[in-house]
């Protein structure tokens, strides 16, 4: 019936595993055993016990987060992204790394990095490791919905010191403006620091559409990817 990895009372939920480099396996969940929403963590070994130094009922990340996506840092660890949400809906993004001890990593703040802080909605968030040891987020925004339009795609990538990458702007770098929908994005990584992404176009999801974004750097007045 498999390994119980956290058997207090309250709820548990929303769980999500990646592998951790040398066999095991890291797991990361929502909680709420204290009254307020969190993200525990637990490692596993490859005998189905956990590794040293990592409590029973697991070690907890973040707090006042809902989990939404996690990959190996190829370092043991993992990086962890986080929405604070409102009436339903995903607020802000933050980025978290931790170590495969369990701590977090030297450097990073304590909340996470901020991915998105900007006002209005949004969601489908997916992150994949950037092949450099960073990391690669994509979500669909409303921020510009009030100036007419709907839901654009973003794009953000993180260093494994919890910096932007160069030429990536605070909140994120606008991948899409077209005013139409873009939403359920998807992202792979380039090999070269950069990404493919793809999404559905159309408030009916009738056209997929792919794009390549380098990782170099790109114009913070215009969003040009050089």
């Not at 390994?3 to 480099?21: F, K, N, R």
């Not at 929403?37 to 973040?62: C, H, K, M, S």
């Not at 795609?153 to 605070?170: E, K, T, Y």
């Not at 997929?208 to 170099?216: A, E, H, L, S, Y």
Request: net charge neutral; with cysteine; hydrophobic share 35%.
């Amino acid at each position: 019936n498999g390994l119980p990895i956290c058997t207090l009372a309250g709820v548990q939920g929303s769980p999500q595993l990646v592998p951790d480099g040398a066999g095991g396996a890291i797991l990361a969940w929502g909680d709420i055993r204290s009254g307020i929403l969190e993200v525990y963590a637990q490692r596993v070994l490859p005998d189905g016990g956990f590794w040293p130094g990592w409590t029973p009922n697991g070690v907890r990340i973040v707090q006042n987060r809902a989990r939404r996506d996690m990959v190996p840092d190829g370092s043991g660890g993992a990086y962890l992204a986080c929405a604070t949400t409102s009436e339903g809906l995903d607020a802000s993004y933050y980025l978290q790394r931790f170590t495969g001890a369990g701590a977090i990593v030297p450097g990073w703040p304590a909340d996470g990095a901020a991915v998105c802080i900007q006002p209005r909605p949004r969601g489908g968030l997916r992150m994949v490791p950037d092949g450099q040891g960073g990391a690669l987020i994509t979500w669909n925004d409303y921020r510009f919905e009030v100036s007419g339009c709907v839901d654009e795609v973003f794009l953000h990538r993180f260093r494994p010191d919890g910096s932007r990458a160069p030429g990536f702007p605070v909140d994120g770098l606008r991948v899409t403006n077209n005013c139409v929908f873009d939403s359920e994005p998807g992202v792979a990584a380039d090999g070269l620091g950069g990404a493919y992404l793809c999404w559905a176009r159309g408030a009916d999801e009738t056209h997929i559409v792919v794009q390549r974004i380098t990782g170099r750097r790109s114009d913070p007045q215009t969003g040009k990817i050089y």
